[in-house]
T-cell receptor
Framework: EAGVAQSPRYKIIEKRQSVAFWCNPISGHATLYWYQQILGQGPKLLIQFQNNGVVDDSQLPKDRFSAERLKGVDSTLKIQPAKLEDSAVYLC????????????????FGSGTRLTVV | GQQLNQSPQSMFIQEGEDVSMNCTSSSIFNTWLWYKQEPGEGPVLLIALYKAGELTSNGRLTAQFGITRKDSFLNISASIPSDVGIYFCAGQYTGGFKTIFGAGTRLFVKA
């Protein structure tokens, strides 16, 4: 089974520029998550999709961050304009609702996109 | 907001030693998860715990779901160099499966 694909792996931008990240979840996984992981910290949820609908975006800084999952498969996360404190690894994860045998409530993460804002 | 306290922050051990790390929370969780993250990669699920008191093993790894549902621990026996990485605990609520991660325990193993 192919894993969660993310691109690009690395991105360096200047503050106030815009940037977009792409995620292709595991085939058939209905739930998709975007996490932000700042250096030295654990992942923090930004947004959760169920198919193409938003389930939880309470921690997404909506003045600058946006995300979409138009056809319930791929997703993009955008930052505009970027700030220095947005430097982090952005992780995409997916999970299948029907994956209950064996029970597995854990996510499968991609390798992430490392963003550096200078 | 919700917070998990994971300790220790880092550990430096000799190959062959046993390791223990834990996670506590002020919130009650329905599921506890333990992940390992290596440099340049996303976290990988090691063990999932689904009910209070549950003790689960995965090879040299053993994890327990605390009786109060507010804590969990992970033990690694007979550590080897490839155990090096960051270990994260995560507490999960039911419903939307919202998951909160700890700050991680950085494990260094000296051969």
């Amino acid at each position: 089974e192919a894993g969660v694909a993310q691109s690009p792996r690395y991105k360096i931008i200047e503050k106030r520029q815009s940037v977009a990240f792409w995620c292709n979840p595991i085939s058939g996984h209905a739930t998709l998550y975007w996490y932000q992981q700042i250096l030295g910290q654990g992942p923090k949820l930004l947004i959760q999709f169920q198919n193409n609908g938003v389930v939880d975006d309470s921690q997404l800084p909506k003045d600058r961050f946006s995300a979409e999952r138009l056809k319930g498969v791929d997703s993009t996360l955008k930052i505009q304009p970027a700030k220095l404190e947005d430097s982090a690894v952005y992780l995409c994860a997916s999970r299948s609702l029907g994956d209950l045998k064996p029970k597995n409530y854990g996510y499968t993460f991609g390798s992430g996109t490392r963003l550096t804002v200078v | 907001g919700q917070q998990l306290n994971q300790s220790p922050q880092s550990m430096f051990i000799q190959e062959g030693e046993d390791v223990s790390m834990n996670c506590t929370s002020s919130s009650i969780f329905n599921t506890w998860l333990w992940y390992k993250q290596e440099p340049g990669e996303g976290p990988v699920l090691l063990i999932a715990l689904y009910k209070a008191g549950e003790l689960t093993s995965n090879g040299r790894l053993t994890a327990q779901f605390g009786i109060t549902r507010k804590d969990s621990f992970l033990n690694i026996s007979a550590s080897i160099p490839s155990d090096v990485g960051i270990y994260f605990c995560a507490g999960q609520y039911t419903g939307g499966f919202k998951t909160i991660f700890g700050a991680g325990t950085r494990l260094f193993v000296k051969a």
